[in-house]
């Protein structure tokens, strides 16, 4: 990981700090709304954006929301904007760090392809109830899990909240889309809407490794989950019997 070598984050939380925010606006015109690299923050409330001067994807794009190890606590707030490119969130942990993140409310937009996508090595949990607070909407998908790069499973948890695609294009826009051979997913409430395609769709892809097997996890013990073409939606050689349980 590294940080643009112009511009910077506008909040940057390392390791070994402790940061909380009640509110504000913070935007950088180059690099990370707020970004956390080993260290713990709590953000009550504000306003962030992260913007690049070109069109990047990954770790090192800009995000208005970026975990790279370390712990947050979101109580609200707004992370992005649905008429802007790139990223709402970001969040993955490190060879040496697990990334936290605990997400009981506010609002991640993004008008490019997903509003918050995990990596490897992260545990996310969204809500502390079915009756949380939370947007996470984003131009091809809300919530994406992003292809395995070998250094440990994501671990999400969704207990509440609204996830959603705004793309009317029918080979896009899932309200969760998954890249991840390894991932673990529970899902037990929210509301879950492909616009214009699944409300999960789980791809048979990796980043290093079309051969590597699949041992993802998907377990679905409430919510609502809908979409254009599908519900929930497999891909391949995917066997429904090892990978859900609902």
Known sequence: YRLPQTGGPAVKVAGGESTTIYGGEYRSQQGDG?????????????????TDSETKAGPGASYSFKVYGG????KD?????????????????????????????????SGGQAAFSILDNAT???GENNAAN????????????????????????????NFSSTSTDETESS????????????????????????????????????????IGTLKITGGEITGK??????????????????
Do not use: C, M
């Not at 529970?186 to 616009?195: K, S, V």
């Open 134 to 161: 939370i947007t996470v909407s984003g131009y091809a998908a809300g919530l994406v899990l992003e292809g395995y790069n070998g250094i440990g499973s994501p671990e999400i948890t969704i207990n509440g909240g």
């Open 229 to 246: 073409t599908h519900g929930l939606n497999l891909d391949r050689d995917i066997k429904s019997e090892n990978a859900v349980e609902i």
């Open 77 to 109: 707030g707004t992370f992005g904007s649905s008429d802007a490119n790139g990223g709402g969130a970001f969040v993955a942990g490190t060879a040496q760090e697990t990334a936290t993140a605990q997400i009981n409310g506010g609002s991640f937009l």
């Open 71 to 74: 712990t947050v606590t979101v």
């Open 34 to 50: 707020i970004v956390t690299t080993g260290g713990s923050a709590t953000i009550y409330q504000g306003t962030f954006y992260g």
């Open 175 to 214: 309200a969760i889309w998954s890249g991840n051979p390894n991932f673990k997913l529970t899902i037990n409430g929210g509301e879950l809407t492909g616009e214009a395609k699944d409300g999960i769709f789980i791809a048979r892809r990796t980043w290093n490794n079309e051969s590597d097997p699949f």
């Open 124 to 126: 996310v949990t969204f």
